[in-house]
């Protein structure tokens, strides 16, 4: 790969037109407009103690209105406490101001060795099959640690807007909605998502079609 060159790269970064600096120890950038906020990125507290990580295999998914949920003995669920209602309502907020800060991509896939699921292949666009999904969703305030992160799979033979992680992020869109007019409470919201997201399936469905929420 070319070097990029650095005078010309910062004169588009002053432009706009790109949105994101270099970030070291191979985690991700933060878009520029996350400046206006004071956030750690890194900061996390559990819904529940654990160790991690565990023994490989050792994490078992649990079933509920025929959907697969994590472990909680594995994935409990985890936030970031620097992501407040405020912060979150915020027009300029975008996830990305704490995606990959906690955690390299390389250490989200050995989640997939926790849960005996071998890492798939072709994972991207129409033929993804999983996701390494943030059980409690980064719009819901939730933290980018491994206690939060777990591969969410299937199920084979449907479209990809039938996929679990697809039907999952409707809800995850529905509950942020929810706190951001001030319906739900936000640790609420957080709590239910990660003890079982499948309970506002149907709610989030009706309120979001095609996962856009009116």
């Not at 906020?37 to 649990?62: E, H, K, M, Y």
């Not at 709590?191 to 979001?208: E, K, N, S």
Request: charged share 15%; glycine share 8%; hydrophobic share 35%.
């Amino acid at each position: 790969m070319q070097p990029y060159n650095r005078p010309a790269f910062w004169l588009l970064l002053s432009a706009g037109m790109i949105s994101a600096v270099v970030a070291p120890s191979g985690r991700a950038a933060s878009p520029v407009n996350c400046q206006e906020f004071d956030l750690n990125g890194t900061a996390s507290t559990p819904l529940q103690s654990v160790i991690l990580p565990p023994p490989a295999r050792s994490c078992a998914p649990r079933m509920s209105n025929g959907f697969p949920l994590p472990d909680p003995s594995c994935t409990p669920g985890a936030v970031n406490p620097m992501l407040t209602v405020d912060v979150l309502r915020n027009p300029d907020f975008r996830t990305g101001c704490v995606r990959g800060h906690a955690t390299t991509e390389d250490e989200k896939a050995a989640t997939y060795n926790w849960y005996g699921i071998p890492h798939p292949a072709h994972n991207s666009g129409a033929t993804q099959t999983c996701e390494l999904d943030h059980l409690i969703s980064l719009e819901l305030g939730g933290a980018d640690t491994l206690d939060n992160i777990w591969p969410q799979c299937g199920p084979g033979g449907v479209t990809l807007s039938k996929r679990y992680f697809k039907m999952k992020d409707t809800v995850e869109n529905y509950l942020a909605k929810q706190v951001k007019d001030g319906n739900m409470n936000l640790g609420d919201a957080q709590q239910g998502i990660a003890t079982d997201w499948t309970q506002y399936l149907t709610d989030a469905q009706r309120a979001c079609p095609g996962g856009r929420c009116q």
